[in-house]
């Protein structure tokens, strides 16, 4: 994979095809700043996906895990808050 790219909105804004070739042909990341603070990102697809599969692959961890529990009845309520809490 090629280093990361950082480049303000303005920059992207102005090669925005650019930056999306270099996504997908090198595989390199591109973060999106405003104001100096880092917003977005354009990456390659696949990993975005892998990203996503591995998220799944953690609630699917801790729900068998509380599945598993001796312990009487966990809301699937409190489940989702507590997974949702470790995402951010």
Do not use: F, N
Not at 42 to 68: D, S
């Amino acid at each position: 994979m090629s280093e990361m790219q950082v480049e303000s909105i303005r920059e992207v804004r102005d090669h925005i095809a650019d930056v999306v070739d270099r996504a997908d042909r090198d595989d390199a990341p591109t973060v999106i700043t405003r104001r100096g603070k880092e917003v977005a990102a354009i990456v390659p697809i696949h990993l975005l996906r892998r990203y996503q599969e591995l998220e799944e692959q953690e609630i699917l961890r801790i729900v068998r895990e509380r599945m598993a529990s001796p312990e009487p009845g966990i809301p699937m309520e409190d489940v989702m808050t507590e997974i949702l809490a470790e995402s951010e």
